[in-house]
């Protein structure tokens, strides 16, 4: 079973960027479609960003595109968020997320993913 550890998150004013890294324990990372969410205090955990297996494919959540990008690098067992023109209401708590689909369609729904990090905040101040 794969576990996760995010790290990265912090304070940051608004405009800033922030990258997000999440390792991976064990050696079958590539076989993984990894995700990202995130969740503010009295809100549903939110879809940000998905990567495929591969890294061929990426999904972003509406109010992200354009300012993340997600990557993966599979020799290093990390997926990452890399976060621009950050605004207050990306403060949350951002996760990364293990799944064994593949298919793109999936990435966006909390029950796809079998496997959570702890998490890590990111606060974006004005």
């Known amino acids: 079973q794969v576990q996760l550890v995010e790290s990265g998150g912090g304070l940051v004013q608004a405009g800033g960027s922030l990258r997000l890294s999440c390792v991976a324990s064990?050696?079958?990372?590539?076989?993984?479609?990894m995700g990202w969410f995130r969740q503010a205090p009295g809100k549903l955990r939110e879809f940000v960003a998905a990567?495929?297996?591969?890294?061929?494919?990426?999904y972003y959540g509406d109010s992200v595109k354009g300012r993340f990008t997600i990557s993966r690098d599979n020799a290093k067992n990390t997926v990452y968020l890399q976060m621009n023109n950050l605004k207050p209401e990306d403060t949350a708590v951002y996760y990364c997320?293990?799944?064994?689909?593949?298919?793109?369609?999936?990435?966006?729904?909390?029950?796809?993913?079998?496997?959570w990090g702890q998490g890590t905040q990111v606060t974006v101040s004005s």
């Open positions: 997320a293990a799944t064994g689909s593949n298919t793109g369609s999936s990435y966006y729904y909390l029950p796809t993913y079998h496997t």
């Open positions: 990567i495929n297996r591969s890294g061929g494919s990426t």
């Open positions: 064990g050696r079958t990372f590539s076989s993984y479609g």
